[in-house]
């Protein structure tokens, strides 16, 4: 599967962002859907997953603040980002996992700056 992350860019401290990530090559309601991470000197971190039966899971950070949603029929994973804050800013990875293979899939990164 072949993924196509856009959408990010420079936001002041409590703006939103929405990024999307765009599937293609394979089934795409087979694949568990993630966000995940990576600020500078820090290891990449799950944000947000959503499972193929629209289960979702969250990083402490960002529970209530960040939406991830699909649409199994456009092939797309969406990252509803609000409140932001300047300890959100990294580069935002959108990835697909098949649980019965353990594969993963990652796009390219898209950077998130949230700053006055």
């Known amino acids: 599967v072949q993924l196509q992350a856009s959408g990010g860019g420079l936001v002041q401290p409590g703006g939103s962002l929405r990024l999307s990530c765009a599937a293609s090559?394979?089934?795409?309601?087979?694949?568990?859907m993630g966000w995940y991470r990576q600020a500078p000197g820090k290891q990449r971190e799950l944000v947000a997953r959503?499972?193929?039966?629209?289960?979702?899971n969250y990083a402490d950070s960002v529970k209530g603040r960040f939406t991830i949603t699909r649409d199994n029929v456009k092939n797309m994973v969406y990252l509803q980002m609000n409140s932001l804050k300047p300890e959100d800013t990294a580069v935002y990875y959108c990835?697909?996992?098949?649980?019965?293979?353990?594969?993963?899939?990652w796009g390219q990164g898209t950077q998130v700056t949230v700053s006055s």
């Open positions: 990835n697909a996992h098949r649980w019965a293979t353990a594969a993963d899939y």
């Open positions: 090559g394979s089934i795409f309601s087979i694949y568990a």
């Open positions: 959503i499972n193929t039966g629209g289960s979702t």
